[in-house]
């Protein structure tokens, strides 16, 4: 069954730099896109950045443009959440997502077992 393993994350003074990682496991295509997705407590859950196995990316939100950037190592299946300049407005749970297919659609396209096990991402003042 694959899975999808999220590590990073943790506090961070506004301004300040964390990166996310995210792999999956036990994929047996190589033609898919992932997606960071996050949420704050009393929200639902948003889009951030999605990036296909070409590196297509997609902007789910404007209010992270400049500041977070996505990657990914297709040969060790994982996707890469870098985020700088960081705003106490990104604090939020952070879960990555793998779609069955090579383009980024919204959250309610990305099946249960194919989101990461999420991990907070705090930024104080």
């Known amino acids: 069954q694959v899975k999808v393993v999220q590590s990073g994350g943790g506090q961070v003074q506004a301004g300040g730099s964390l990166k996310l990682s995210c792999t999956t496991f036990?994929?047996?295509?190589?033609?898919?896109?992932m997606g960071w997705f996050r949420q704050a407590p009393g929200k639902e859950r948003e889009g951030v950045l999605c990036i296909t196995s070409q590196g297509r990316i997609t902007e789910y939100t404007d209010s992270v443009k400049g500041r977070f950037t996505i990657s990914r190592d297709n040969s060790k299946s994982t996707v890469y959440l870098q985020m700088n300049n960081t705003e106490p407005g990104d604090t939020a749970m952070y879960y990555c997502?793998?779609?069955?297919?090579?383009?980024?659609?919204?959250?309610?396209?990305?099946?249960?077992?194919?989101w990461g096990q999420g991990t907070q991402v705090t930024v104080f003042s």
């Open positions: 997502a793998m779609f069955l297919y090579d383009y980024c659609r919204g959250a309610e396209a990305v099946r249960g077992p194919y």
């Open positions: 036990r994929v047996t295509y190589d033609d898919y896109a």
